[in-house]
């Protein structure tokens, strides 16, 4: 059973950066592709980036393109997202995601999910 948890959330000011991180563990990391998803009150839940599991292909959300920035440790068995130049628009509870085989943007096509991890961004 694959168990994922995310940390690094919190409040920060419009234009800055945060890091968020979703640890990984039950099944083997490197034959999984992760995903981030965000969901903001009263909003649907929704793709923002993912990673594939072998060769490091990415993919991102048309509005985070540019700012945020995936990324995965396989010997740290942790995935990243770098999210840099944040708007209040940002602001959601994100979401870190697994699933094997190919990178997809429906988040009930993922397997497993975290708890989740707050990012405010104020204005």
């Known amino acids: 059973q694959v168990q994922l948890v995310e940390s690094g959330g919190g409040l920060v000011q419009a234009g800055d950066s945060l890091r968020v991180s979703c640890a990984f563990s039950?099944?083997?990391?490197?034959?999984?592709?992760m995903g981030w998803f965000r969901q903001a009150p009263g909003k649907e839940r929704e793709f923002v980036a993912a990673i594939g599991w072998s060769n490091g292909t990415t993919r991102y959300a048309d509005s985070v393109k540019g700012r945020f920035t995936i990324s995965r440790d396989n010997t740290k068995i942790t995935v990243y997202l770098q999210m840099n130049s944040l708007k209040p628009e940002d602001t959601a509870v994100y979401y870190c995601?697994?699933?094997?085989?190919?990178?997809?943007?429906?988040?009930?096509?993922?397997?497993?999910w975290g708890q989740g991890t707050q990012v405010t961004v104020s204005s």
């Open positions: 039950g099944r083997t990391f490197s034959r999984y592709v």
């Open positions: 995601a697994a699933r094997p085989l190919a990178i997809v943007v429906v988040p009930s096509l993922y397997d497993y």
